[in-house]
Nanobody
Framework: VQLQASGGGLVQPGGSLRLSCEAS????????MGWFRQAPGTERKFVAA????????YYAEHVKGRFTISRDNAKKAVYLQMNDLKPEDTAVYYC?????????????WGEGTLVTVSS
């Protein structure tokens, strides 16, 4: 399974960006898809995830109310709408997928997409 992420860029504080990630190839199930992020010099941290089967969404505390994760089952895609972005949201965002749950040990990872929040 390959994950292709896109949508990163430079945005001013308070602005918005929408990240996309599509899964392709393979026959493995990817019921759980989501996002992690990694700022320079820090470890990769969970941002948000969703389960295709149950439609349940999970968020890290620091993005609740600002970020929204959604998915398109037909496209095997997941999206992350990021609003009211802050400089501390600057990081490389990684898409992850797994048959069961999105964790740091997820089976599949995409290449990161850089989000820079700066004036």
């Amino acid at each position: 399974v390959q994950l292709q992420a896109s949508g990163g860029g430079l945005v001013q504080p308070g602005g918005s960006l929408r990240l996309s990630c599509e899964a392709s190839g393979g026959t493995a199930t990817t019921d759980a898809m989501g996002w992690f992020r990694q700022a320079p010099g820090t470890e990769r941290k969970f941002v948000a995830a969703t389960l295709f089967s149950s439609r349940i969404a999970y968020y890290a505390e620091h993005v609740k109310g600002r970020f929204t994760i959604s998915r398109d089952n037909a496209k095997k895609a997941v999206y992350l709408q990021m609003n009211d972005l802050k400089p501390e949201d600057t990081a490389v965002y990684y898409c992850a997928a797994d048959p069961q749950a999105v964790t740091i040990g997820s089976r599949y990872w995409g290449e990161g997409t850089l989000v820079t929040v700066s004036s």
